[in-house]
């Protein structure tokens, strides 16, 4: 998973309480309105939140969109990917 960006689509709050070293804070409500930035990304994207929910319905938008991106599930997960 190297030079892969993580998006973490769960609040401020949850991040701050825990997320993968490295990885960017957008909350999925952000998400629409800062597609054109999301799209200048030029590495693969990995999204996760809590439980795969919510990156899950990130994930959908951006592939709808023309963003080639994955929904790695809950951020727990991701790191333990990445960590090991």
Known sequence: MENT????VRTPGEFMGGH???SI???LGE???RLDEIKQINQPIV???ASGNRSGQAA???QQNGV???NGGSWMDVNFTINS
């Open 47 to 49: 999204l996760c939140c």
């Open 60 to 62: 959908m938008y951006l």
């Open 31 to 33: 998400i629409v309105g």
């Open 20 to 22: 993968v070293a490295g």
């Open 5 to 8: 960006v993580i998006i973490d």
């Open 68 to 70: 080639d991106c994955t």
């Open 25 to 27: 804070n957008i909350p």
